[in-house]
Each structure stands twice: as structure tokens, then as C-alpha cells.
């Protein structure tokens, strides 16, 4: 499996307090990508990054951000948290080689805002 | 992006072949078709990408026909362990750079009984 670890694994949290979810990579792989997965709706891809300091939205990125200083690590924060962001979240790497769509995911955040 | 339709749900027993047809009539040229695999409670899982005709690895085949208007994944000899969500994908076409983006659907329930 390749070595993707996310933490917290759960959390639960008020609305309007702030959340950092953290995603780490062993793998050095130039992309990393933060989804979120609720019934009905698949997986949806909220903020990607293609480089250290470099990131761009996804589908659903109101009321998140990114930030990725280093290559191993990209973190999601929710400014303030809203009982919409109650989700499952997955962080997903590549390795960027063109026309290759397979990412590795992490094992999920479960994230619970009251 | 090419949107995907493809049957929420399907039943199989062991040791029988199992098909899950997507349906993308909008594919773009540069797109290729990308499978992936999900267990409760984990992050999906790549098992196959294909651009046309036949595409085998030692999990599963992947049919394209020419129009490249539908795919078939199938699944020879299911076990009770393949029961899963199936997500079918069509790419948004190779970047210059990789690091593809993917639109996942709801996919299919795939559920395997003895």
C-alpha cells in the first residue's frame, strides 16, 4: 500500500471552530488531493495541489483551504466549520505521469461538526 | 468532463463472471477510462485503465468498443471479497503536466453472495 497516513482519523467538533486535517506522504509523489465522500454523492474533489506551494479548487472548495509547504504534507482547513462539512474525507496521491489517472488514497477523516 | 452513467446496483454469486457497464456518450478523444474499487470504510482503490479495445491485468478486463461510447469492466470468478462500490471514470483528457483530475459518480454496489 503506498504510504499515505491522514490525521485525525475522527473528530468531532462545534460549528464555527476551526479544523486542520492533515495528510502525509512517504512516497514523494509531485500530487496531492483532498475529496470528500457523503451518501448520494460520490466522491468529490475539493482542492488539489501539483507542487509545493502550488494548489488550485476543486468542485467543492467554498469553505476550505489548503496549504502545502513541504512535498510530503498538504493540509485542509476549515476556517469555520458548518454541520454541511459533516463528511468523510480522503486524501489522494499521484505521481503526475500524463494520461495516468491512478491515485493512491489515504485511509479517511471522519469529521463530525454539531 | 464526460459524465457516466452506470447501474447503482447489481447481484452476483461466487464464482460467477461479473460485467458493469458504463454508459459515457460524451467521451473526448483524449480521454481514457478508468475503473476504481471501494470497501466501506476505505479510500477507493485504482484496478484498470483502458483508451480502446482490451485492457487486462490480474484483476480484472476492461472492454471498449470502438465508438468508445460505453465499457464493460468484468470481473472473472467473484468472490465474497469483491463485494464493493465499482466507479467507473472517463479523464479529462491528459495534461501537459499529469496529476489528472477524476470525477467520481455514485458508482455501482456490486454485491457478491455464495
Known amino acids: 500500500d503506498a504510504g499515505i497516513t491522514q490525521s485525525p482519523r475522527h473528530k468531532v467538533t462545534e460549528t464555527g471552530t476551526p479544523v486542520t486535517l492533515r495528510c502525509h506522504q512517504t512516497e514523494n509523489h509531485r500530487y496531492m ?8 454523492h460520490g466522491l468529490r474533489l475539493i482542492h488539489y495541489s501539483y507542487g509545493v506551494k502550488d494548489t488550485d479548487k ?3 472548495s467554498d469553505g476550505y483551504s489548503v496549504s502545502r509547504s513541504k512535498t510530503e504534507d498538504f493540509l485542509l482547513t476549515l476556517e469555520s466549520a458548518t454541520s454541511s462539512q459533516t463528511s468523510v474525507y ?7 505521469t500524463s494520461g495516468s489517472y491512478e491515485q493512491y488514497f489515504g485511509p479517511g477523516t ?3 461538526v454539531t | 468532463l464526460a459524465k457516466t452513467t452506470q447501474p447503482i446496483s447489481m447481484d452476483s454469486y461466487e464464482g460467477q463472471e461479473v460485467n458493469i457497464t458504463c454508459s459515457h456518450n460524451n467521451i473526448a478523444t483524449n480521454d481514457y477510462i478508468t475503473w476504481y474499487q471501494q470497501f466501506p470504510s476505505q479510500g477507493p482503490r485504482f484496478i484498470i485503465q483502458g483508451y480502446k479495445t482490451k485492457v487486462t491485468n490480474e484483476v480484472a478486463s476492461l472492454f471498449i468498443p470502438a465508438d468508445r461510447k460505453s465499457s464493460t469492466l468484468s470481473l472473472p470468478r467473484v468472490s465474497l471479497s469483491d463485494t464493493a462500490v465499482y466507479y467507473c471514470l472517463v479523464g479529462d483528457g491528459p495534461w501537459g503536466g ?10 455501482t454496489q456490486l454485491k457478491v453472495e455464495l
Open chain 1, 33 to 40: 488531493y483532498w475529496y470528500r465522500q457523503d451518501p448520494g
Open chain 1, 110 to 112: 471522519r469529521l463530525t
Open chain 1, 58 to 60: 476543486g468542485e467543492v
Open chain 1, 90 to 96: 480522503f486524501c489522494a496521491i499521484s505521481e503526475g
Open chain 2, 98 to 107: 499529469g496529476g489528472n483530475k477524476l470525477t467520481f459518480g455514485t458508482g
